[in-house]
């Protein structure tokens, strides 16, 4: 790529593929991968139907969001033949699952009467502790965390008895670790694995209203733009839906929910979930930045060979937008459209660096008791999985002219926050 020298985006560089991947690729130069691998709506319909042998998809507002997002995978994202077979093997996965899910819906309609109470909701830019304060949440014994297994395979609902044995943590295992073993550099920026917490833009992705998860499958900018136009509360209903699903045989007392653009919906999730607790964690917003920067472009040249291509991502990868979405977020808050009280705010070097300590006072702000066998749990993670014990991210933190336009774009941010620059 070239270096404009004030773009963290074309200064990044891809990393070696696998050899095996880079082969399979090769082969598809010389054939016609959208023959071969079709991502047209209808082929999807047609195959998740016959392969669930179930065809009530439910209420109907999820068609149109497929159809446009079917259109701009097929289309626009450019996917090479490793992307086009993941890509479809995914919406493939979402499709049945939906039809599972609207299935046990019918035949169990009491699952409607499941309530979702004061749901503890991580929000704010990536790369700044929300992954670590999600997973420390999740060992909690009092919380649930949405697991990658049960967002790959919600149906049958996952049971209390069996929920750390059950034989579907190791098929989504295998599926989600693709993502590493095409990637093999993923693992020192994200863990990716059957049995860790998953961002929930994967079950909001079962009504195809996910742009942070699809476009993680492929990029797809007028998808984007059409989401963009939807009714944010509309979006989030469904995500409802999954979640009492998931918690009818496997109670959660509170969940720990995150995902990258719950910030942008604080209102619609309030009309949702209007007992919501909201942690933001903040951290030097450039080095998140650079940090992003390297684990989207990394994603995406595991399915295309043209990442950041059509502006994909720049919400989070253009410090500009990103910028004006962390200031939108405080104008909610300072405006009290969204009560200060179910705010909750914390530095990423004190999460770092007293990690219960930093626990505690969120749940103090809360007013929720944080049990013995809780802060035994998270302790035990602690212990369990240092971050030392992770392959290290290496990402370059920009040239001093990137750096410089990060900077400009975040003062407010940073300033309001008292963010300390890293």
């Known amino acids: ?37 079709p991502l047209d ?29 079917a259109h701009a995978m097929d289309e626009e994202a450019d996917l090479n033949l490793i992307g ?18 609207e299935a046990t819906y019918k035949e169990h309609p009491e699952i409607e009467n499941e309530r979702i109470v004061q749901p503890i909701i991580i929000v704010g830019q990536g790369r700044s502790g ?26 049958p609902p996952p049971e209390a008895a069996t929920y750390r044995t059950d034989t579907r943590i190791e098929r989504a295992h295998q599926l989600i670790d693709q993502w590493n073993r095409v990637t093999p550099t993923l693992p020192s920026m994200h863990d990716f694995s059957g049995s860790v917490p998953m961002e929930d833009c994967q079950i909001i992705a079962l009504n195809f209203t ?8 492929g990029q797809v900018a007028s998808y984007d733009a059409y989401i963009a136009t939807l009714d944010a509360a509309r979006v989030l209903s469904y995500h409802q839906r999954v979640l009492k699903l998931l918690q009818w045989k496997n109670p959660r007392r509170h969940w720990v929910l995150k995902d990258p653009i719950h910030l942008d919906r604080l209102q619609a999730l309030l009309r949702i979930y209007p007992d919501a607790c909201f942690v ?8 998140a930045l650079a940090s992003m920067v390297d684990l989207i472009g990394t994603i995406q040249w595991g399915r295309s060979d043209h990442p950041f291509k059509d502006g994909a991502f720049d919400f989070v990868v253009d410090p500009v937008l990103s910028a004006r979405r962390l200031n ?27 990690p219960l300590g930093a626990v505690r006072k969120m749940y103090a702000h809360f007013g929720i008791p944080l049990s013995e066998r809780g802060i035994e749990g998270m302790a035990a993670y602690l212990r369990e999985r240092p971050r030392e014990a992770r392959p290290v991210h290496h990402f ?12 400009d774009a975040y003062r407010r941010y940073q300033d309001h926050f008292h963010i300390p620059s890293e």
């Open 41 to 69: 709506a209808q082929s999807l319909l047609d195959c998740a139907m016959r392969t669930t042998g179930l065809e009530d998809f439910g209420a109907d507002d999820w068609q149109e969001p497929f159809e446009k997002l």
């Open 396 to 407: 370059s933190a920009g040239s001093p002219e990137a750096t410089a336009r990060a900077r």
């Open 280 to 287: 933001w964690p903040h951290r030097d917003p450039v080095r």
């Open 328 to 354: 939108a977020a405080i104008e909610v808050i300072e405006s009290g459209v969204v009560p200060k009280r179910q705010f909750h705010n914390l530095l990423y070097a004190d999460l770092v660096r007293d």
């Open 210 to 217: 996910a742009p942070s998860w699809f476009g993680s499958l």
């Open 84 to 101: 086009r077979l993941r890509t479809r093997s995914e919406l493939l996965q979402l499709l049945e699952a939906r039809l599972r899910i």
């Open 1 to 37: 790529m070239k270096s404009s020298g004030a773009d963290h985006r074309t200064q990044w560089q891809p990393p070696p593929r696998p050899e095996w991947v880079q082969r399979v690729n090769e082969e598809g130069y010389c054939m016609n991968v959208r023959a071969v691998v």
């Open 130 to 155: 929300t992954t670590f304060l999600n997973n420390l949440l999740a060992a909690n014994p009092d919380n649930g965390a949405l697991m990658q297994w049960e967002a790959t395979f919600p149906c």
